[in-house]
């Protein structure tokens, strides 16, 4: 299976910060990789898919970048309902695999 | 605007079969080429996919539950199923359906159901 590992695992920050996650997959997957966000009791939400392709509905201060093996999720500017974890995913290789998921938390 | 429900028993025993059912609405399930997949997320932990019935047909299985899982579509009811045998308290998840395409993989999500596995 390709492991998927998200960093960092949580982080913390200020309304109006601009964020960064990492996601590294075990070996290239193209650009086979999407981003959901999930906030607490809540199904995930799609956000990104092809790696850099904004989900109908899905606000533009979400980015996604990357190919091969590293990808990144920016938002540009946070906001109170930014607050959540955050999970890659590949789509390359079966089985589909997620990373651990990062926690963004209000500093 | 496509939703899915889940629905199926909360709490199954030891060794027992699970159930879950996802209904559709707003969308056919027999029209169009759709992954109607199956992922679940144990207490306070990470996603895993379990797999999918594709295009109504063909199936994927995760290999770590291949022997224990099926599923199934039944387009007179616009439903789609899980069925995965053998369950132990490493089973107990929230389990959520999910509709597809072959662009966006994972589109549209259930609210999830909290299966628990005890005795």
Redesign the interface.
Known sequence: DIQMTQSPSSLSASVGDRVTITCRASQGISNYL?W?QQKPG?????LI??ASSL?SGVPSKFSGSGSGTDFTLTISSLQPEDFATY?C?Q?NN????????TKVEIK | QVQLQESGPGLVKPSQTLSLTCTVFGGSISGGAYYWSWIRQHPDK????I?YIYNSETT?Y???LKSRVTMSVDTSKNQFSLKLSSMTAADTAVY?CVRGTP?????Y????TLVTVSS
């Not at chain 1, 079966?94 to 998921?101: A, H, L, M, V």
């Not at chain 2, 990470?46 to 996919?49: D, T, V, W």
């Open positions: 999407a959901f809540k199904a995930p939400k799609s898919y092809a989900q999970y995913q789509y079966y089985p589909w695999t997620f990373g651990q998921g | 990470g996603l895993e996919f797999g994927y995760n290999p770590s959520y662009i966006i993989v994972l589109d999500w259930g609210q999830g």
